[in-house]
């Protein structure tokens, strides 16, 4: 009797140990070992007074990471800090908080006029490198005013608009400029910085003039209600930024609910079934980047976001 139940036991291993085997190989669970999904959700902050302040978005934990927009740069030295009226002396803290719970915040760039660093003069993309390391950054500088006080920011952001063709021979002037600042960051001033990128899903260049941004975050939306030909989700377009930048992890930004943009918002059933499992195949897929905070508290889009990316 031993021995019969002894070659019963391994009858049933064996036939569950086949069922294993035909579910791996079944084509929904071969999909998902192609997938690679990260978990990684980004959020824009600082548009809306509204939006609470950036220790409750750290807190919602719905984010993964969290970018303060916007500092202006308007060329020649000229920067204007605009985050909506929140109060400046509070954000400090908050960022460190947010530190503290394990949620890097970064600074977003945004240049005037289309981002129109003026044309033909390097020291513009320099100066802007060493403006965000000394005033944001890891750096320190005499004479330059820290609207964070101590705080040291985990990374810095290029927000590109629209129209942007004039200025790309700077684009990696900056990034290389901000890793070499970064290199030289010893001691208490040396930590590890995102140098990431927002551009128009319509921009994609056909050199790797973005080679130093750890991340590029691709607006498929249109929230500034201007037409840049690209408006909306295009797995074509998709595959061409993936391809384009191998070396940088590809966000799809997407507008977090169908008021935070004219095009481009995406219905979670939309998002779940028809576009995720296809960005996802991309080797490069960094995860999704919400617009922004202040829609995402209205509408919880995040909440679907942050189980699917």
């Known amino acids: 009797m031993a021995v019969i139940r002894e070659r019963l036991s391994l009858l049933c291993q064996a036939g569950l140990l086949s069922v294993a085997i035909s579910i791996l190989a079944s084509p929904a669970a071969m999909a998902a070992q192609e997938n690679h999904?990260?978990?990684?959700?980004?959020?824009?902050?600082?548009?809306h007074k509204d939006e609470g302040s950036?220790?409750?978005a750290c807190d919602s934990g719905m984010y993964t990471h969290v970018i303060i927009s916007f500092l202006n740069a308007y060329g020649h030295g000229v920067f204007k800090l605009d985050v909506s009226g929140h109060q400046?002396?509070?954000?400090?803290?908050?960022?460190?908080?947010?530190?503290?719970?394990?949620?890097?915040v970064s600074l977003s760039v945004r240049g005037t006029n289309n981002y129109s660093l003026p044309n033909g003069n390097n020291q513009s993309a320099l100066d802007l490198?060493?403006?965000v390391w000394n005033a944001y950054l890891g750096g320190y500088r005499n004479g330059v005013h820290r609207p964070f006080g101590d705080a040291k920011l985990d990374g810095a952001d290029l927000f590109l608009e629209r129209g942007v063709t004039t200025s790309k021979p700077y684009y990696d002037m900056i990034g290389r400029e901000l890793a070499k600042l970064i290199g030289m960051g010893t001691g208490n001033n040396w930590k590890a910085i995102h140098v990431t990128a927002t551009l128009p899903c319509a921009f994609v260049m056909n050199h790797p003039a973005m080679s130093h941004y750890e991340r590029i975050h691709v607006r498929f939306f249109d929230e500034d209600g201007h037409n840049?030909?690209?408006?909306?989700?295009?797995?074509?377009?998709w595959d061409r930024w993936a391809a384009t930048y191998p070396s940088s992890r590809i966000f799809l930004g997407l507008p977090a609910s169908p008021e935070a943009?004219?095009?481009?918002?995406l219905y979670p059933k939309s998002l779940y079934y028809g576009v995720l499992p296809i960005v996802q195949k991309a080797?490069?897929?960094?995860?999704?980047?919400?617009?922004?905070?202040y829609y995402d508290k209205s509408a919880n889009y995040s909440s679907y976001v942050k189980r699917w990316a």
């Open 129 to 131: 490198a060493n403006h």
């Open 228 to 237: 840049n030909g690209c408006n909306a989700y295009s797995e074509e377009v």
């Open 37 to 47: 999904q990260t978990g990684q959700v980004t959020v824009f902050w600082g548009r």
């Open 283 to 293: 080797a490069n897929y960094g995860g999704v980047m919400l617009w922004d905070r």
């Open 261 to 265: 943009a004219k095009e481009g918002y």
């Open 54 to 56: 950036l220790r409750e």
């Open 88 to 104: 400046l002396d509070g954000i400090g803290y908050d960022i460190k908080h947010c530190q503290l719970v394990g949620i890097p």
